[in-house]
C-alpha cells in the first residue's frame, strides 16, 4: 500500500523552530512535485510549500522568510524546516506528493496530518 507517513509536529513556543519530515512508502511508479499543507482550526485547507523533482520552490508569503522545503529523491522524503514559528502558524499539517503508479495513473496522495501548535 502506497502512503504518505508525516512526523515532527508537536508544541512550540513562539519564536522556536519544529522540523516536519515525510516519508512516501510502497511501490509507485513516480513521484513529481511534493508539498505541504496546513489547516487551522474554522478555516480551509492552504499551500504552505511545494517543490518539484527539481528543487523548484513555492512559498506561501506568510511564510516566505521562514519556512524551507526541501526533498532527498533517492529516499522519497520531503522536509518542512519551520523557524521563527508564530501561534498564527498552529494548525494540522499535510504532507502531499503527486505521484504516479502503472495501475492508478497520477493522483494525489496526502498524509495523515501531523498537528503543530505555537504557543503566544
Known amino acids: 500500500q502506497v502512503q504518505l507517513v508525516e512526523s515532527g509536529g508537536g508544541l512550540v513556543q513562539a519564536g522556536g523552530s519544529l522540523r516536519l519530515s515525510c516519508a512516501l512508502s510502497?511501490?509507485?511508479?513516480?513521484?513529481?512535485?511534493m508539498g505541504w499543507y496546513r489547516q487551522a482550526p474554522g478555516k480551509e485547507r492552504e499551500l504552505v510549500a511545494d517543490?518539484?523533482?527539481?528543487?523548484?520552490?513555492n512559498y506561501a508569503d506568510s511564510v516566505k522568510g521562514r519556512f524551507t522545503i526541501s526533498r532527498d529523491n533517492a529516499k522519497n522524503l520531503v522536509y518542512l524546516q519551520m523557524n521563527n514559528l508564530k501561534p498564527e502558524d498552529t494548525a494540522i499539517y499535510y504532507c502531499?506528493?503527486?505521484?504516479?503508479?502503472?495501475?492508478?495513473?497520477?493522483?494525489?496522495?496526502w498524509g495523515q496530518g501531523t498537528q503543530v501548535t505555537v504557543s503566544s
Open positions: 510502497g511501490s509507485i511508479f513516480g513521484i513529481g512535485v
Open positions: 502531499n506528493a503527486n505521484v504516479r503508479s502503472i495501475v492508478k495513473g497520477r493522483y494525489d496522495l
Open positions: 517543490i518539484t523533482t527539481g528543487d523548484s520552490t
